[in-house]
């Protein structure tokens, strides 16, 4: 009480005095009853007419995405969001104050909008303590840095030439829309190409596009504006080709030379069964990368699982084969043997295709 | 005190002068006596009789699953938890405010009751802040995001086809029955329909159904509330099976096949061979995954194992038979050799089933 | 103090006039003289003669084996603690308020023994806020969520067949015995029946047992009272069993069959190369698991490289016999083979234990 | 109020009779009307006049490169910031306090300058409470450890024999340059001689050097001072060579020798099979370190790949010439192997270059 | 202040009356102007003539080094530090509050000494509340929990028979000599016999020494107390010897033995390279545990890439051999052929030796 009374006091006789010494940033602060001894007021929101619902403008910029675990169906993001608002009862003349026009305060001063991140799975992380940024007319704007773990439905089905896409909303929980609207001030084509602009990291994921959609979602009857920033990202799928469908590839391509060699038979199934377990080392590398999720495994999966499947029937052919060469033929598969050869000795061409097929016996 | 006397006396004036001028929050926290310049009240619960019980209402939504850690016996979840109870001490008549009727304060404004869930291990992570929604008759409810990583016995015998189900009990821990009854708002349908809408995550586990039980416990001549949710959830199977049945089950057939062959035995053993370390790499990456828990292992270890044996008595048959082939045999074994070739020649269909079997000699 | 007066006021109003309004907890509060606005008198232990050491009651439930560390040499362990103790300062008589006969209020409200666990080596996880429960008479206690990891000195010698023994010494750090005495609530027995009730995991440790020992340590001059937990747990072997010694004993039969089979030589040492590979995959199994702990290793490791030292000589056997088969033999080694072989003729039935020594000639 | 009346009266008084008795610290402090009964005053800076901007000097020592993560492009270090300013309102004289020319407080006394790190991504640890030194003249100074996790843009072209230089750029947040100007008070050169003396591990990177960048960013009309440290560090190769590129080439050596060596087709397809087998277990350790990031691969992979296609071709051609020598050659192949093998008659120095390419059948 | 007055009012009062009921640990605290309504003093350190510094002892005991990680070089130690000094203003008469000669407060009751640890990278973990323990002529003694991760420069040169020194420096940061001095309160030796003791863990690395160093850093003119404890451990190499260096030794041998076998020359490469893929496996396991650190690999990576130089080399004499005996020989070789095996035929012994080197013929 006395300090105050004892500030006002000053400052008024030193109004009357000297006008030049009014050039503190401490001048304003007392000027707008603000002290650091008593706790801030920071429980309602500035709004001189409580049915007027306060408008919160709100950037995004998307700074990194540091990691997705597709196991855990999470993805880590890096951003900053600017909120500007207006608080009507912050207010000064510059005229009085020496033409001092902006002030930053630490955030706890005033009110200020909390927003929530629905997606958030990850307990948040403070980068930096915040401060804001006051304009002599009431103006309001503060940066934060967030660091965000999401949770998002990531669709593994074309691995590893997927695009995600993952769903941020923001939302001034349980504040609804008579009392606070939440407005993205950029154009989706703006928060694009400021995204673009500061956006740090080259790794596996490239950042493709940002949307802005905003929308209000009535629940029990109120009303809560919500903006959705939906980020597309493009794996960057380069090295999972070269460690994954390049080594699949060339070991079936192997497996192909040898069941065409002149090998004998016991070679060839011993050279089949080293491919075999080639293949399964490269089964250990797939297991760490690919998450167990949907119900219909990747495509890729079903392409190591196919060429797997040739590998194993190439060898039973084999087997087959040498079987057929050293014992005579049952009277069913002689017959079997004649006909079809008949019919493969017209299609000549297709015969590479029909291989893992029925007429194997014409090789012998 | 002064602070206080001069506002309820600018209050009173105010409103014998201008009452449209009443229509900011601020004047209805002066009514109700809350500055944040004090220390919050939130030592006691809100009842005007201590005898009558609390009632507050819990309502429960699952937003994810995030992981589920076999070796460690813990699940992460993410869920919302909305709580709804009346304070019969902050009333205010609408009509004294320009019809204001509800108010967004920060939690620790007044006293809420604080939960705890018994099979939590991990420390709770502060997800958001939490706000109190309260309305002019006195009913107050907030909603927080709670991402808890809990205790539950996984039951692993039946990997990778299984079904867990884990129990959250909520309970206001030491608050009896005689101070705070929870209630759950919703019904099971309810609250599965609800979890349903909003679950996010399409990951290795498949949310199933989530059960409502409430009962009281009690513990040394007190009763305590408690609400029990149910989380049933599925593994999707599907990469498990691609990845170790599959390729085991094809290990096999080619070992079959091998083994009937018409390799020389030398080459047999020398292809068997191959096959069993193909196995054991397979065996990486099953460890990886299983957890050394109950007394009883899953039955994917015992198929596992049970394969990894017939595969090694193969390769003993042959060198076996390799054995016998070269040296001259005992009078004991060819007695045996006639007696039970004897009884295979009448069983014929048998004989791929009792390959592993005693009349190996058969094939000599 | 003008708060404190009118409440006083209030109250011996209040009791003149209606007895019947005395029937909310804040009148005990208030008859207490506890105020939220004041900071908590927590510094003193409420002992109303310092020389009457207090009486501080442990009860100790044990939930869950969290995990075990080998490599670390660290236990996390969930359990409750639940202490009771006497505030002679917080009394007051049920019949002036309306038999209220007890309250919860936040931990910090009034001073309660700070207890520290000796073998802690990781930060606290706060899992509940701890509330006290107070009745008329003075009697406080509180239950507290504790996840604590601890270091324990494992032994691992007898791996995977090992039984750990961890100790819990909870302690009420600098407080000497003339100032407060833990003592336990429980005996052993009960502290057992508790545990196995409560413990909800049923992971790779079997808790089996609970041993309570209360002692005073002496410290410069000064006593204090400590209760040790020694928890006793049991590693469940049988995924280990399955995944290590099973596979290794298989590949050493496998070995010795190859090695007594009618192979060539050449073969014989292409087979025995084949295991020892497969036996290295499961060395890769093997070291992920064990620790490099003591100074001499786990019996489980000695078993292991025994078996790889078997295989080893078998082969270096197969190859000086292939050596010895195709040049003439030295006028030494034939003296010794026939000094040998005469001998081994007398002790046919030890011919299979002395596969791996001298008498190697006698197979060619 | 009371007391700090008390104090001055007591100051007062001792002055006056026994002033060597104003030799502590406290005195300092109660003339400085510091207390820690009241919140300390730290919301605006200490400027006499708002116009002129407050210089800070800062100065910065790289300790250590804790970690770098390629596969989230993150660089973990740790080093020490001092920050140097002057506080006009806290000066002293100090004839008048027993010639005490220095004070150490807490830093939360006065205002300090908040500065922010733009590529920080992680959490903020604290490592050390910070303190503030004072001298008489108003000037503070006050050293912070930090541990800091930064973005940084990975160029992993050249790895292992990569360099990379990440940015750590300094701002004061909010506060422009009418406000706040951030000097560094050291020169690149000093930076570096510094950072080199402290420098304590020595591990994967080799820290080589720092660079200042002192420049001013202009951000919505208003500019900020920033100071950027490029920190360039060296990646020891040494073990990725050995481990690594070492064996490829030397398995390569082998591929190539058995190419060349006069064993049969069939025994050189079988080894040539074991060395894609070795070289697939060596893919497995690459995985591990590579990170999937930009869209052309490390040159490492290509010479990896490289390699890996010219085994595959190595077992093809072998394949193919086991066939040309069984099967009577087509026409055309003859023709073929005829011209080419002229010239290469004629240029045999060349023949081991041309082996991968088609003059195969001078071999046969 | 009243609180203050009555209390002092009581006291004398009491004392009056009856001294016995002065027997409560409150009274003292009251005495000393202590209560819990303000916030604690805790700026200045308590000097009462500020030119004599304070001294501050200082005792430590090692606990535990939990981890050592050498890809970091980090170590991570849990340690016990007990400070004592005395504080002037904090004594009274004990025969005045019934021989009450000591007392336990919360530590934030008083100043005390602030220390921090040079090394120290990682955030400061709250093991335990510290509590200060006060006698009654002012000498205070606090006792701390540690768990801090230092950074340590690890010489992995002689990796895993290394010992490694790190060293962890307390100081107490920011103030001068001129006010307080730091002194060790044990010698070398009871350090070293204390940490011995009290040492619990068991793990990879064997605690064998500690030294104390104090001494005086100075740094801008001004000076500062430091006590380095050097810390000096063993790794017990015991299961990398079993792991890395006995298998890798047992494969060299086989290799050894293969090569001086009676094998073909094809079936020698085929067993050769199954060796190598061995060795391959191993340096999976030798991969994980070493880090990438210095600019001279660790002994055991020239060992083993030496033993993997000699198992290359051995594979492409073989096919060298083999191509020889095939073709005729140069005339060139020929003459080195009969060159070296004239020498060799004067030192048959050294021909083991020689091995790998020219004159490989003579096995021919």
């Given at each position: 009480?006395?300090?105050?009374?004892?500030?006002?006091?000053?400052?008024?006789?030193?109004?009357?005095?000297?006008?030049?010494?009014?050039?503190?940033?401490?001048?304003?602060?007392?000027?707008?009853?603000?002290?650091?001894?008593?706790?801030?007021?920071?429980?309602?929101?500035?709004?001189?007419?409580w049915k007027?619902?306060?408008?919160?403008?709100?950037?995004?910029?998307?700074?990194?995405?540091l990691?997705?675990?597709?196991?855990?169906?999470?993805?880590?993001?890096?951003?900053?969001?600017t909120?500007?608002?207006?608080?009507?009862?912050?207010?000064?003349?510059?005229?009085?104050?020496?033409?001092?026009?902006?002030?930053?305060?630490?955030v706890?001063?005033?009110?200020?909008?909390?927003?929530?991140?629905?997606?958030?799975v990850?307990?948040?992380?403070?980068?930096?303590?915040?401060?804001?940024?006051?304009?002599?007319?009431?103006?309001?704007?503060?940066?934060?840095?967030?660091?965000?773990?999401?949770?998002?439905?990531?669709?593994?089905?074309?691995?590893?030439?997927?695009?995600?896409?993952?769903?941020?909303?923001?939302?001034?929980?349980?504040?609804?829309?008579?009392?606070?609207?939440?407005?993205?001030s950029?154009?989706?084509?703006?928060?694009?190409?400021?995204?673009?602009?500061?956006?740090l990291?080259?790794?596996?994921w490239?950042?493709?596009?940002?949307?802005?959609?905003?929308?209000?979602?009535s629940?029990?009857?109120?009303?809560?504006?919500?903006?959705?920033?939906?980020?597309?990202?493009?794996?960057?799928?380069?090295?999972?080709?070269?460690?994954?469908?390049?080594?699949?590839?060339?070991?079936?391509?192997?497996?192909?030379?040898?069941?065409?060699?002149?090998?004998?038979?016991?070679?060839?199934?011993?050279?089949?069964?080293?491919?075999?377990?080639g293949?399964?080392?490269?089964?250990?590398?797939?297991?760490?990368?690919?998450?167990?999720?949907?119900?219909?495994?990747?495509?890729?999966?079903?392409?190591?699982?196919?060429?797997?499947?040739?590998?194993?029937?190439?060898?039973?052919?084999?087997c087959?084969?040498?079987?057929?060469?050293?014992?005579?033929?049952?009277?069913?598969?002689?017959?079997?043997?004649?006909?079809?050869?008949?019919?493969?000795s017209?299609?000549?061409?297709?015969?590479?295709?029909?291989?893992?097929?029925?007429?194997?016996?014409?090789y012998?």
């Open positions: 009480m006395w300090e105050a009374f004892l500030a006002i006091l000053t400052l008024s006789l030193a109004t009357g005095a000297a006008p030049e010494q009014l050039c503190k940033y401490d001048d304003v602060l007392q000027y707008l009853n603000i002290s650091s001894e008593k706790a801030p007021p920071l429980r309602t929101i500035p709004k001189e007419n007027e619902p306060l408008k919160v403008e709100i950037q995004f910029i998307l700074i990194s995405i990691s997705v675990t597709e196991k855990l169906q999470t993805v880590t993001v890096y951003f900053l969001v909120m500007k608002w207006k608080n009507v009862f912050v207010t000064w003349n510059p005229q009085d104050f020496c033409n001092i026009s902006n002030l930053v305060l630490p706890d001063t005033f009110w200020f909008p909390y927003i929530i991140i629905y997606e958030q990850d307990e948040e992380k403070s980068l930096s303590r915040p401060f804001l940024s006051i304009t002599h007319n009431g103006i309001i704007s503060t940066t934060q840095q967030h660091q965000v773990t999401i949770t998002c439905s990531l669709e593994m089905r074309q691995f590893p030439f997927d695009t995600q896409m993952c769903n941020m909303s923001i939302s001034s929980f349980m504040y609804s829309e008579t009392d606070i609207i939440l407005r993205s950029q154009t989706t084509e703006e928060a694009n190409k400021q995204s673009q602009l500061y956006h990291t080259n790794g596996e490239k950042f493709t596009n940002i949307n802005i959609i905003q929308y209000t979602e629940l029990e009857e109120e009303e809560f504006a919500v903006i959705t920033y939906e980020i597309s990202m493009k794996r960057r799928p380069i090295l999972y080709v070269l460690n994954l469908i390049f080594p699949t590839c060339a070991l079936y391509l192997l497996d192909m030379a040898i069941m065409f060699s002149a090998s004998s038979y016991g070679d060839k199934i011993s050279f089949q069964l080293s491919l075999i377990i293949e399964s080392v490269l089964a250990l590398i797939l297991k760490d990368i690919l998450p167990t999720s949907s119900d219909d495994p990747p495509i890729i999966v079903m392409f190591f699982i196919g060429v797997f499947v040739l590998m194993i029937m190439g060898v039973l052919e084999t087959l084969l040498m079987q057929l060469k050293k014992k005579p033929l049952n009277p069913l598969l002689k017959a079997m043997k004649l006909l079809r050869c008949r019919k493969q017209r299609t000549t061409s297709g015969s590479l295709l029909s291989k893992q097929g029925w007429c194997l016996v014409t012998i």
